[in-house]
């Protein structure tokens, strides 16, 4: 196939072209808040399949469907009491529910499990895609499985262009990495995955809170694979004054920091995610720069950890699995 055409994501006609492919079957790459997805309609299994096969993704690793309000979540779920508190705080924006499916839902998007992940994007354009299509959209990152999450049109492009129908320019992604995964199945509500809304916001609306995002290679939620949102370069985790950051002779090491380091001439390249160590600002350019970073042929990369709070969990989840070296 040739490459996808990309269109303005702001541009009236444009979101009525992409909402045609959806109805016909078939696959548009559309900006969300969060990072870029790959839009299928979600009632449609063999286009939910192609969403698979695109992305090299396991079919054993269920799609959250995105729908254009709270009201059309009931139709693909089963939402219990506490979810309407969250919906009315978080939504549209970057938290997805997980509670047991509808009949409506086609296996292939859940994986054959019995519940479903529900999410209301608020990115315009998808919100604009969703209405223009009719459809609820089962939309997974816009990227190759396993590899870094699109935040920039150009991303998505570099990965899946020629496996695709259409490609929705946004801009930038404000949020900077996915939503936060919320299980509410009855069990207790759980976090899956760390996102774009903090498990500190989350107990406020919920008190009690369980993590389960232990490393595993049978995980809850397939997102807490050990190794994923990897760089081709390998990448390391450590303190600023760690010897093990300077470079061997002739050896060139990259640097991802939160704030301007000490000491910078002895890497070859340097990403400061936020000047003022604002964690928000980090998160939303944490994927870009690791992509300017992981595209330079380094021998290695270094990344200073943040603090563990708010955004900074994410960011700190998603160095973790990138800093992983295999699947355990
Ligand atoms: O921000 C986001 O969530 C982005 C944008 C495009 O909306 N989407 C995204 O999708 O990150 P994806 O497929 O890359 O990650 C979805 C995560 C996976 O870890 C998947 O295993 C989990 O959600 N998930 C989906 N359905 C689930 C279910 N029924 N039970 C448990 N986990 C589920
Ligand atoms: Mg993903």
Not at 119 to 126: E, I, L, S
Not at 264 to 289: D, M, P, T, Y
Not at 294 to 307: E, Y
Request: charged residues 20%.
């Amino acid at each position: 196939m040739k490459p996808a055409r990309i269109l303005d994501a702001g541009d009236a006609k444009a979101i009525g072209e992409a909402a045609a492919v959806i109805r016909q079957g078939g696959l548009v790459a559309f900006p969300t808040e969060t990072v870029y997805g790959l839009g299928a309609d979600a009632c449609n299994p063999l286009a939910v399949a192609r969403v698979f096969e695109v992305k090299r993704r396991p079919r054993m690793d269920p799609i959250i469907v995105h729908v254009g309000s709270p009201e059309s979540a009931q139709l693909y779920g089963r939402f219990p009491i506490e979810a309407a508190a969250l919906m009315r705080r978080f939504w549209p924006g970057p938290l997805t529910l997980v509670v047991p499916k509808t009949g409506l839902v086609p296996p292939i998007v859940t994986a054959g499990l019995d519940t479903v992940a529900v999410r209301m994007p608020a990115h315009p354009a998808a919100l604009a895609l969703i209405l223009a299509s009719g459809r609820a959209l089962a939309a997974p990152s816009a990227n190759v499985f396993g590899c870094i999450s699109p935040t920039e049109a150009r991303h998505v492009a570099e990965q899946i262009s020629e496996r695709i129908d259409l490609i929705l320019d946004g801009g930038r992604c404000a949020v900077g990495v996915e939503s936060t995964v919320l299980a509410l199945d009855g069990a207790g509500p759980r976090i899956l995955r760390a996102g774009g809304v903090p498990p500190e916001a989350l107990r406020e609306v919920l008190g009690g809170l369980e993590w389960s995002i232990g490393s595993s290679s049978r995980p809850e939620a397939p997102g807490q694979l050990t190794r994923h949102y990897a760089t081709r370069t390998p990448l390391v985790i450590l303190d600023e004054d760690d010897p093990r950051a300077e470079a061997s002779p002739g050896e060139r090491v990259g640097l991802l920091a939160l704030v301007t380091p000490r000491n910078i001439e002895k890497f070859a390249a340097v990403e400061v995610l936020s000047q003022s160590g604002n964690l928000r600002e980090a998160a939303a350019n944490l994927f870009a720069a690791l992509y300017r970073l992981d595209s330079m042929g380094l021998d290695r990369l270094v990344a200073h950890a943040v603090p563990e709070e708010g955004l900074g969990i994410a960011i700190m989840d998603r160095l973790r699995r990138c800093s992983a070296r295999e699947t355990s």
